[in-house]
């Protein structure tokens, strides 16, 4: 079953995409649902799902059918339609199987993964933010964003393909436990969170929690009672590099082989209307790629194509430009669809937009739960009270990392923003 919780600005309905993929279909489907069901908003979230703003009262069981009749739920079994949803949360790549830096291709790895946790009842007791990465090597990744169990691909030695894993947290040296072979992902995958459930208590719902309790060695060896895992390798030869953001938007070259283009665009401030989905859909050729930036990303276009689809992308009001300033701004709901929002961000953002000088990734939070960014972004303005923020720039400090001024208003933060040095975000 698909899930209503409130909000301000009435029900939000979460709609999980498998791999962030929805067929030209489906997002017709969606788009009519938005606009006959709910408010016709619909946001695209940081593990690359949608969600349905303001569901009329009363339209939540006609919301959830329509939007089951289009495949847009979890997959018919056993145990409890609810339990199925929630397990499935895991993250590939937008450009999976087709970027340039791709060393194993995550798309049928991401496929058995999921059939396999909503296979398995024991799974219904995760919580519905637990989340497990698949990284095949893409240029084009979300490595940035923590996640409770992770896969990342190594460069193939004698040993042949295989994956380092990880434990909450993002692709990196330190923090890698093993390798596995594509052949052991799923077995893998099941045993870690069997060990998961056997030795997390009742408040330690992620990972991160059950690792002040127990060490990522006995996590570990729990789960290798069950299978037999390769050691750590050498890793001298892996270095794992931070995506480039102007990757996620305009044209670029997927697999030299291919010949083929991408093209990326980020929905402004994450958010796009029922018409701009059916219109998307129009566009695609059969399937949209949504990604974990609040964007979406059309493949396999010839040069001339990728051209055009820029165009009309553009001319849908979507943002192809990364020196764009409104292209690199993030907001949460705000204060206009969240009771916790100490200020209307959004509304903020688009002023602070006009007010960049020098194009910043920069993102707005009505509070300190992040919703918007699970990653850490290069500058963070935090409201504090409605039109005012603190401003944070990235750094190892804190959650959002070095306090560089309180109580700006907008104008004042575009100012200290302007301010700065050139860097590469
Ligand atoms: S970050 Fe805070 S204010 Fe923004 S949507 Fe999340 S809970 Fe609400």
Redesign the pocket.
Known sequence: MLHIVPALDAGLCRIRLPGGVLTAEQAHALAAAASRHASGIIEATNRANLQLRGVTAGHESALIEALLAAGLGPQAGAGSADARDNVRNVMQSPLAGRDEGTLIDTRPLTADLLTHLQSVPMFAALSPKFCILFDGGEALAATDHPHDIWLSALPADALGPRFALGLAGCPGIEGMLISVRPDQVIATVDALLHAFLRLAGPDQQRMRQLLTTHSAADILQQAQTQLGCEGKPDLSAWPRQPACGALQVGIHAQAQASGLYYVGARLPLGRMTAAQLHALADLSHGVVHFTPWQGVLLPDLSPLAAEIMATELRQLGLLTDWQSPLTRLIA????A??????AD?KTDAVALAGLLTVPRTVHL????????AAHTAPWTLL?VSPGHYDLYQRSAEGRFGTRLAQQLNVEQAAGVLNRQPASPD
């Open positions: 949460c709901a705000g204060s669809g969240c009771v916790k929002s100490q961000v939070s009505g509070c300190p739960r992040s919703c918007a409201a």
